[in-house]
């Protein structure tokens, strides 16, 4: 029960060196670090077919939920460890905000190389807002991603991250408002 963001990171080619995180708030003009070394790259991608809105409720049996990734392995796992909430992910669902509807999968069938048909799904997990999502929607797979505690003095202001990909120039990076 901490204020925080939960930050997920990875280079597209698979010599990506890692990256450190920079914030600053609205009114400010200086970035500082907010973590030195991000290192584990996040199982990230994009959906290969929309997904319908389904309720929160129960398992969502009816729906594929169709991805690209990179950075790692989607696997299935079984229904005791399903009810303990593992195989988490995010889809986000508006880019400006960074708004995401969690869920979880049960069922990880490979069609082709780093793409997944994912079955046996939790809609709007963690009280968040089941909603239809286009293809194309980022799809982050919660299993490495770092959390980044926020100041609570900080709720309502706008903050601005920068992952700054070790050995590249800061401002060379982009960066992100929420």
Not at 31 to 49: K, N, R, V
Request: glycine residues 8%; charged residues 15%; hydrophobic residues 40%.
């Amino acid at each position: 029960d901490r204020v925080g963001l939960y930050v997920a990171v990875a280079g597209i080619l698979e010599s990506w060196p890692g990256c450190l995180l920079q914030w600053k708030l609205d009114t400010d003009s200086d970035w500082q670090t907010a973590i030195a070394s991000m290192t584990q790259a996040s199982t990230m991608g994009y959906l290969t077919a929309p997904l319908p809105l389904a309720p929160a409720s129960g398992d969502d049996v009816t729906n594929t939920l169709r991805v690209s990734v990179h950075g790692g392995e989607l696997n299935n796992i079984t229904r005791q460890q399903y009810l303990m909430e593992r195989n988490p992910y995010a889809i986000v669902t508006d880019e400006v905000t960074g708004l995401c509807e969690l869920g979880q999968f049960q069922f990880a069938n490979e069609t082709a190389p780093g793409e997944y048909d994912l079955t046996t799904l939790v809609r709007g997990g963690l009280n968040t807002t089941p909603a239809a999502h286009a293809q194309g929607a980022r799809f982050v797979f919660l299993d490495s991603v770092y959390f980044l505690e926020v100041p609570s003095a900080w709720i309502g202001r706008t903050i601005n991250i920068r992952p700054v990909t070790f050995g590249t120039q800061p401002d060379n990076n982009a960066s992100y408002s929420l």
